[in-house]
């Protein structure tokens, strides 16, 4: 049963009349499953920042609908999400601008009880500490106001804050890019702790794959606006399908994947292109090492493989060959994507 | 190293021009307050025996045609044109900072209806408006008041409705719609707390427009009468004697001008402050 489903939906921008139009989000397909934590990695400006407000119903989609536990969201004004709104927050990227900076820190872990009419057991004040406790903050002084906090501990406050309605599900945009790397690991921490202590499950979206990678149960690729690659996390990092999913896997510096032997290091060239003139055909094509003239026409379907994994690619392989059996040539890089090509060529002739 | 230290001392010097400016509304303050302390002699009494006599120890600006003391006149004109132009500013800021919060958070149709109202009350003369006015209920302050306060909210209006446009998309005020926090809470708690800032400048700033603009009409014969000692009334009356009584007109006229500079330095010093 999944909790948070997201079906054809599409956000279309437009600057102004004359301007052409954006699609930010272009057709995605998404789940997330009770106490799951799915991850969205994708480089700057391909809309998982879009789809996550979409998910959280803070903009309405151009197409497509939004389900939460089976129900259909997607056209609920503010009084029919307001139940809604309780069993789903939010945590977004830059934790000083997201606090209301004229509130003290007890004031604002008091708005979530009073937004929802709740009254926890033992008073809000007990309740505040012992969220804030949760998160490794039992220590701060609630009368002094979010500038007085550095951003580590503000982005706990806002992570504790939205555990207080004990929401099922968690969307964080961007949770730790606004934060130092050894600050970031912490916070991933403290988000694995929650899905540990309370199977509270997640959407966690970010650009960068080291985060997405720890987290995740489930990996979802976009590039310009679309899904070009879905897997298991484990799966996705072992033996990424889509030639953009290594080079992104290629970029992360600390995943193990750098580590082992047979490693390509593959650099992306240039920029995504400007999702308002999207290339023809694969979406993907000016920028991929095995791009081909098919590649310019037609763009490839997001095709469902028989182990459940989803890509988007002419020539990846339809089935991935298990983890682990395969030889160590194979396992990493273009590896796994150049027995299809073989084929490929072989039929062409 | 430099980079802070060098901003420590931004923010330590002193603006002296705004403390100048502070001093100058702290005295028309005590002037409003009580003018009867300030000001050595009765504002209507008259003493023609002292007739439009120049600035001497007795008389600091001189004396007006009916020979009463100008320095007591200015004084106590403090209360009817700062007393007027603050009650418009008071009377705009309130309202069109309402106005301006439900157009920015109203839905487009409504927001759009209530822009051209704005519109309409922003290119409507406000002479015309004071001269019917006037017409309507008769000369006097009053009409002023009435008149000026109609023509200044839509500055408010637009203002705040802009940085409630602003503000509507900023990560607090997302992350409070997200928490599940009503429009109406959201409105009082995480949009109009920062839109003040931004109206108390232009408040301050704006005390100085509305000084000029109800001595203007003041002086133009829709505003006080006589004997009210309102400063543009000072000046229309000083007009037969420019030529042998220069400080009957220039007194009044520089009260005006260093009250108005004073407040747009406050103004000024407020907005500086406001992003620190």
Redesign the interface.
């Known amino acids: 049963m999944s909790l948070l489903s997201l079906s054809g939906v599409e956000k279309h921008f437009r600057r102004n009349s004359k301007a052409p139009q954006v699609r930010a989000v272009d057709g995605i397909d998404l789940e997330v499953g009770v106490g799951e934590t799915v991850g969205i990695v994708g480089e700057s400006g391909c809309g998982k920042s879009t789809l996550a407000?979409i998910a959280?119903r803070?903009i309405d989609p151009t197409a497509g609908r939004v389900r939460f536990d089976g129900q259909d969201v997607t056209e609920d004004g503010?009084r029919a999400?307001?139940p809604v709104?309780?069993r789903m927050?939010?945590v977004?990227?830059?934790p000083l601008?997201?606090?209301?900076?004229?509130?003290t820190i007890s004031q604002i872990m008091s708005?979530?009880f009073?937004?929802?009419g709740l009254k926890p057991e033992g008073g809000v004040e007990a309740r505040t500490r012992a969220l804030l406790e949760n998160v490794g903050l039992g220590h701060i002084d609630t009368g002094l106001r979010p500038r007085q906090f550095s951003g580590g501990q503000l982005q706990r406050i806002?992570i504790a804050?939205a555990l207080a309605?004990e929401p099922e599900l968690i969307?964080a945009d961007e949770p730790t890019s606004a934060l130092d790397p050894s600050i970031q690991a912490q916070i991933v921490n403290l988000f694995l702790q929650i899905r540990r202590e309370r199977g509270v499950a997640m959407l966690v979206i970010s650009h960068d794959l080291d985060v997405i990678g720890h987290i995740s149960d489930r990996i979802v690729v976009m590039y310009l606006g679309q899904i070009v690659e879905e897997a298991r996390a484990a799966d996705l990092l072992a033996a990424p399908l889509h030639p953009y999913t290594q080079a992104l896997l290629s970029a992360a510096p600390t995943l193990k994947a750098r580590r082992a032997r047979s490693f390509r290091r593959q650099i992306l060239q240039g920029d995504p292109p400007n999702p308002a003139d999207a290339p023809p055909g694969c979406r993907f094509h000016p920028r991929c090492p095995l791009a081909r003239d098919r590649c310019r026409s037609d763009p490839p379907a997001l095709r469902t493989l028989p182990d459940g994994r989803r890509v988007a690619c002419h020539f990846a392989p339809d089935e991935t060959l298990a983890t682990g059996q395969e030889t160590g040539r194979s396992r990493l890089g273009l590896g796994a994507v150049a027995p299809a090509l073989r084929v490929e060529r072989r039929g062409a002739k | 190293m430099s980079a802070p230290a060098a901003t420590f001392r931004a923010a330590r010097r002193i603006d002296w021009l705004a403390m100048a400016a502070l001093v100058v509304v702290a005295l028309l303050a005590v002037f409003a307050l009580m003018p009867g302390v300030v000001a050595p002699y009765d504002p209507i009494a008259l003493d023609v025996v002292n007739r439009l006599k120049p600035p001497s120890p007795a008389h600091p600006f001189g004396t007006d045609e009916a020979g009463r003391d100008i320095f007591s006149r200015v004084i106590y004109g403090t209360r009817y044109s700062m007393g007027v132009a603050l009650a418009i500013v008071a009377f705009a800021a309130v309202f069109g900072t309402l106005y301006g919060v439900v157009s920015g958070m109203a839905p487009r149709w409504l927001d759009n209806l209530m822009m051209r109202i704005v519109d309409m009350v922003f290119g409507f003369p406000a002479l015309v408006l004071a001269l019917a006015i006037s017409a309507a209920i008769g000369r006097g302050l009053d009409s002023v008041t009435l008149a000026l306060s109609l023509m200044w909210w839509p500055g408010f209006a637009r203002l705040v409705r802009g940085e409630v446009l602003r503000l509507k998309t900023?990560?607090?005020v997302?992350?409070?719609?997200?928490?599940?926090?009503?429009?109406v809470?959201i409105m009082w708690?995480?949009i109009v707390?920062?839109v003040m800032s931004a109206v108390n400048v232009r408040a301050t700033t704006d005390i100085g427009y509305a000084l000029v603009a109800v001595t203007a009409l003041s002086f133009l014969g829709l505003g006080a009468t006589s004997p009210t000692p309102e400063w543009g009334l000072l000046i229309r009356d000083s007009r037969p004697y420019f030529g042998s009584a220069w400080w009957y007109l220039v007194f009044p006229g520089g009260i005006v001008m260093l009250t108005a500079t004073a407040c747009s330095l406050l103004g000024d010093a407020l907005d500086a402050r406001k992003g620190a």
């Open positions: 407000r959280l803070l503010i999400m307001q709104r309780r927050q939010a977004f990227q830059d601008a997201s606090l209301n900076q004229r509130m708005e979530p009073s937004a929802h806002a804050r309605v969307v | 900023e990560p607090h997302e992350t409070a719609r997200a928490l599940g926090l009503g429009p809470t708690r995480h707390p920062f």
